[in-house]
């Protein structure tokens, strides 16, 4: 088992649409939680953090987290053919504060017009 | 890219030759750290560094080095170039316990 995991996709919505992107994670200890996008050829953005349960909101995007079960997930609300990229998952490494991270491999996002 | 620069953009190698892949930040910030992206394989932790002249290894440490002589620059050196280092190499620094990249170098070896 991967410790981060993110279906490779593409997921692909339409214009509006909100799209859901999932992912798992092994480390029980892990308390910090990231979503990064990357454009191609580009390097990865920061777009949301978070390290409690429940929901975070930024805008359109909103991270919701899962500790108990293990899952962290993005949500784009009114996605737009400018969120056609690929979102990377990423996870701290155990409870430590080194700023080791674990991606999962990214989730291709197609945004259709 | 959140004041980090690394240098060059592109490089080519033939294998067994050397090269150093430069990396700095203007933020004056302690953490810094090398990543790797294969295609199909997300980002994997080369090496890092928690402070100046501290370094420690990553997930896939073999066939590199680093050196961090200062706070501002980190630098990842491969003595003997393999093709399997094919790569795109990021470097990252943390903020606030979140990370920032650097524009990234593309690294074909031949």
């Known amino acids: 088992q991967k410790e981060v995991e993110q279906n490779s996709g593409p997921l692909s919505v339409p214009e509006g649409a909100i799209a859901s992107l999932n992912c798992t994670y092994s480390?029980?200890?892990?308390?910090?939680f990231f979503w990064y996008r990357q454009y191609s050829g580009k390097s990865p953005e920061l777009i949301m953090s978070?390290?409690?349960?429940g929901d975070k909101e930024d805008g359109r995007f909103t991270a919701q987290l899962n500790k108990a079960s293990q899952y962290v997930s993005l949500l784009i609300r009114d996605s737009q053919p400018s969120d056609s990229a690929t979102y990377l998952c990423?996870?701290?490494?155990?409870?430590?504060?080194?700023?080791?991270?674990?991606f999962g491999q990214g989730t291709t996002l197609q945004v259709k017009p | 890219n959140a004041g980090v620069t690394q240098t060059p953009k592109f490089q080519v190698l033939k294998t067994g030759q050397s090269m150093t892949l430069q990396c700095a930040q203007d933020?004056?910030?302690?953490?810094m750290y090398w990543y790797r992206q294969d295609p199909g394989m997300g980002l994997r932790l080369i090496y890092y560094?928690?402070?100046?002249?501290?370094?420690d290894k990553g997930e896939v440490p073999n066939g590199y080095n680093v050196s961090r002589l200062n706070k501002r620059e980190f630098s990842l050196r491969l003595e003997s170039a393999a093709p399997s280092q094919t790569s795109v190499y990021f470097c990252?620094?943390?903020?606030?316990?979140?990370?920032?990249f650097g524009p990234g170098t593309r690294l074909t070896v031949l």
């Open positions: 990423a996870v701290n490494r155990g409870s430590s504060n080194t700023g080791k991270l674990i």
């Open positions: 480390d029980r200890g892990s308390q910090s």
């Open positions: 978070i390290y409690s349960n």
């Open positions: 933020m004056n910030h302690n953490s």
């Open positions: 560094s928690a402070s100046e002249g501290t370094t």
């Open positions: 990252a620094v943390l903020v606030r316990n979140e990370q920032f």
